[in-house]
């Protein structure tokens, strides 16, 4: 299968973070997160270890979660006038997602490969999820901002000892084309070729 060039380069170029207050609504079914999974579960994976589990909320567990990022928040960092606006806008963005979706590194337990390769393996799941998400016509981001890996976060999660919660994908529905403002570093700044 074989797009042309300008297509494939396109595609890429066109994927952006969509943030829960741009989402045009939150209306995401099961089959299209299954969906996601399909895509993300083609990443490459060294010693086919797959790694990649994704948690879904979606409704009521969605704001359920909220509280369990809120508490962990306060729990680790007490509640000032930071932390309660970090609280406001956890509850906001699952108020208004379609899905959070918890990106977990599930270790292999023969452990075969480093943990940095199954960290980069659920990196490159979750970058197939979110390009494949614009078919559906959908989008998100990745947020690593609300309680990551936080024992209360782990505990609901139900992760074993050697798993790591790797964010949230805050997921929504999204067609538009999102410009780009801020121009990236150039090839020749970020391919060097060796002599
Ligand atoms: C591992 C990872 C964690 C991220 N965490 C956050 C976050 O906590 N909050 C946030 O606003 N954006 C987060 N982002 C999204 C970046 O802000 C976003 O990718 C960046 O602004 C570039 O925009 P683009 O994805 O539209 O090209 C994260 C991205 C990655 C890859």
Not at 92 to 106: D, E, K, L, P, T
Request: proline residues 3%; contains cysteine; hydrophobic residues 45%.
């Amino acid at each position: 299968m074989a797009l042309s060039v300008a297509e494939s380069l396109a595609f890429i170029q066109s994927r952006r973070s969509i943030y829960p207050k741009e989402f045009e609504g939150t209306d995401v079914s099961k089959e299209e997160i299954e969906q996601l999974a399909e895509a993300a579960r083609y990443a490459p994976t060294h010693k086919h270890t797959e790694p990649w589990r994704f948690k879904i909320f979606q409704g009521e567990a969605t704001m359920r979660l909220a509280e369990v990022q809120v508490k962990a928040l306060f729990q680790a960092k007490g509640e000032t006038e930071m932390t309660l606006k970090k609280a406001e806008k956890m509850r906001f963005n699952a108020a208004h997602s379609g899905a959070v979706i918890a990106i977990v590194m599930q270790r292999d337990e023969l452990e075969r490969v480093s943990v940095e390769d199954e960290v980069w393996a659920v990196a490159c799941a979750v970058q197939n999820m979110h390009l494949h998400a614009a078919s559906l016509g959908l989008s998100g981001f990745w947020s690593t901002g609300a309680a990551v890996n936080f024992p209360e976060v782990r505990a609901l999660l139900e992760l074993k000892e050697k798993d790591l919660h790797m964010g949230w994908f805050y997921l929504g529905r999204y067609s538009a084309e999102k410009p780009r403002f801020k121009e990236r570093a150039r090839v020749s700044e970020v391919a060097t070729f060796m002599k």
